[in-house]
């Protein structure tokens, strides 16, 4: 796999035995992908929560055993995302049905909700919060309507279908918040 040079340094604290807070942890989440079908794309699932969960003294890493990487209602996710410039995909070497089994693999529970007839395109039953880290990313809806997010801005994507795209020359870096929520009633 390719190294794409993000690797997020991600600090856990907990509560020792007599209730201080403390460092649990203090290192590189160790749950990230370098596609190696799509260069320049990386993910990485910072942390995760259950529906339900408590506050613990010395929580144990949720990242490897997550099945999904879409949050279930009443769970979260902060995943990181750098995403390639479009032209990756419209580069003569590029293998679609490559990177489609590649993403089957490494985001389970996401990948298969892409629309083959429209790339990129997907819905999910979650409330995403996304704060652009670095460069600039394009959300697509509906109709093509797009809206040019830059670092800083944030989108509230509220289970609506869209699109992540990257029409400029550089990475772009987005930290997601994710929020399972309870499917709508027009949803499929």
């Known amino acids: 796999m390719t190294d ?14 007599d209730g201080r807070a ?3 942890t203090d290192g590189v989440a160790p749950r990230h992908h370098d596609f190696a079908t799509i260069p320049g794309m990386s993910e990485t ?18 990242t490897p055993g997550a099945t999904s990487m879409v949050a279930a209602p009443g769970e979260t996710m902060l995943k990181v995302v750098v995403f390639p410039p479009d032209a990756v995909f419209a580069d003569p070497s ?3 049905a490559a990177a489609d089994a590649e993403q ?4 389970p ?3 298969e909700r892409f629309e083959r007839d429209a790339p990129g395109m997907h819905a999910t039953d979650t409330v995403d919060y996304a704060l652009v880290l670095d460069g600039a990313i394009t959300l697509e809806v ?9 670092r800083g801005d944030v989108a509230i994507q509220n289970g609506t279908r869209h699109a992540w795209r990257n029409p400029t020359d550089v990475p772009a870096t987005v930290a997601f918040f994710v929020v399972g929520a309870q499917p709508s009633a027009g949803s499929t």
């Open 4 to 17: 794409n040079g993000l690797r997020v340094r991600r600090v856990v604290t907990g509560t020792d035995q």
């Open 22 to 24: 403390i460092v649990l």
């Open 45 to 62: 699932l910072v942390w995760s929560t259950a529906a339900g969960c408590a506050v613990e003294a010395a929580p144990e890493d949720p």
């Open 94 to 96: 590029f293998d679609p």
């Open 104 to 107: 089957a693999r490494a985001q």
């Open 109 to 111: 529970g996401l990948a």
């Open 142 to 150: 509906d109709d093509g309507e797009t809206v040019v997010l830059e």
